[in-house]
């Protein structure tokens, strides 16, 4: 098995290379898909948010208000810590999980999109970066999910630095073009990545 570690900075297109390579024949775990199972309501992981950030990050539903947990956390490292602490080993026990249900042969993707930031390329065979520049980024953020310039550049303020996503990297994939030529260059990442879990 090989264990990959994908990050990339918001707005880079991460999702859109996960997407290509589970295509290829990758079994994805997707730490955000993860860490919203987790706090879905009637979790322990919701009730330990609550008892943290109080009842008024709840949605009348009774489930995560996600825009408004973001609006307190992302503005406030030590929240933004806080959260971390409760959310990530809840996390990492379910990729664990996924992971071991996965066979001996396979390339097992780890979409995480706060590697870098929270010291994790240790965790994994190899790491892949998807890349793009801040201002492709904010272009994406802006344009194609309808963020505010303001918005966008406060959560790619909170990430970490392209640089230090870069200096982790074992294989890069650059972004910063059309789609045509990311599918190419997946598709020999996807190359490297099958003969690697075979050897």
Do not use: C
């Not at 890349?131 to 309808?146: C, I, K, M």
């Amino acid at each position: 098995m090989l264990k990959v570690g994908l990050t990339g900075g918001i707005g880079a297109g991460k999702s859109e290379v996960s997407r290509l390579l589970v295509a290829a024949g990758a079994v994805l775990i997707d730490a955000d898909k993860i860490a919203r199972e987790v706090v879905e309501p009637g979790t322990p992981g919701l009730a330990a948010v609550v008892e943290a950030f109080g009842r008024e990050v709840l949605a009348p539903d009774g489930s995560l208000d996600r825009p408004k947990l973001g609006a307190v956390v992302f503005a406030d490292a030590e929240k933004l810590a806080a959260l971390n602490a409760i959310v990530h080993p809840l996390v990492g026990a379910r990729s664990a999980e996924l992971e071991q249900a996965a066979s001996g042969d396979a390339v097992v993707v780890h979409d995480v999109p706060l590697l870098a930031e929270n010291g994790l390329a240790p965790l994994y065979d190899l790491v892949v970066v998807v890349d793009a520049s801040p201002e492709t980024q904010l272009d994406r953020l802006v344009r194609l999910r309808g963020m505010s310039e303001e918005d966008a550049r406060a959560r790619m303020a909170a990430q970490a630095t392209r640089e230090k996503r870069l200096e982790i990297a074992d294989i890069v994939i650059d972004n910063d073009g059309p789609l045509e030529g990311l599918s190419k260059r997946v598709g020999e990442v996807w190359a490297e990545l099958a003969r690697r879990a075979r050897g």
